[in-house]
Structures are given as structure tokens and as C-alpha cells.
Nanobody, 120 residues
Framework: QVQLVESGGGLVQPGGSLRLSCVAS????????MAWYRQAPGKERELVAS???????VYAESVKGRFTISRTNGGNTVSLQMNSLRPEDTAVYYC??????????????WGQGTQVTVSS
């Protein structure tokens, strides 16, 4: 069993900062990549940022220069530092991990989601 546990969401004023964290645990053979997605009401889920095991990162255009993704704890913890937050960033943020549980068996695992609200 693989479990992803998220933390760090909350209410912040425009221009403020939040740091989200996600910890993967359980039967993990290899953690290939981890990512953050978000979904606002009435909108499709979108990729915010991703980080692979080689250190490569990808960011959505809307968050470049404001958000930073990083991995620690052998790659099983992923964080998203969010600065200069805007009301448009309001969404439920989901942690995703592409994880091998054996040398030939993998799956995409998701956290439960954490609410980020940017409002005065």
C-alpha cells in the first residue's frame, strides 16, 4: 500500500506565501516522479509543477517565477513553495506520485487534496 499525505494548505492574502508538503510512504520500490496538480471549481485539473528523479522540473506558465518544487527525503517528500500568490491560484492542490512498487509494477498515486485560498 502506498500513501501520500499532504499538508500546508490554508488561507492567505494576495501577495503572500504558502508552502505545501507531501510525503509518500508504504511499499515503494522506486519513486520516479512527483508533481502538484490543482483544480478550481468548474475547471479541469491542471499540472502546476513536476519533479523527476533526475532533478528535472516542469512548471505551468502561470506559476513560473513564483512557485518552486523540490524533493527531499530520498525523493519521497515533495514540497511546493508558493510566493506572490494571486486570487487565481485558489484551488484544491493535489500531490501525485508515479511510483514503482516492484521492478515491473507501477501506478499513479494521489493525495487527498489540500485547499489553498487566496483572498483579502
Amino acid at each position: 500500500q502506498v500513501q501520500l499525505v499532504e499538508s500546508g494548505g490554508g488561507l492567505v492574502q494576495p501577495g503572500g506565501s504558502l508552502r505545501l508538503s507531501c510525503v509518500a510512504s508504504g511499499s515503494i520500490f522506486s519513486n520516479v516522479a512527483m508533481a502538484w496538480y490543482r483544480q478550481a471549481p468548474g475547471k479541469e485539473r491542471e499540472l502546476v509543477a513536476s519533479a523527476n528523479s533526475g532533478g528535472g522540473t516542469v512548471y505551468a506558465e502561470s506559476v513560473k517565477g513564483r512557485f518552486t518544487i523540490s524533493r527531499t527525503n530520498g525523493g519521497n517528500t515533495v514540497s511546493l513553495q508558493m510566493n506572490s500568490l494571486r486570487p487565481e491560484d485558489t484551488a484544491v492542490y493535489y500531490c501525485n506520485g508515479r511510483i514503482y512498487v516492484s521492478p515491473f509494477e507501477w501506478g499513479d498515486y494521489w493525495g487527498q487534496g489540500t485547499q489553498v485560498t487566496v483572498s483579502s
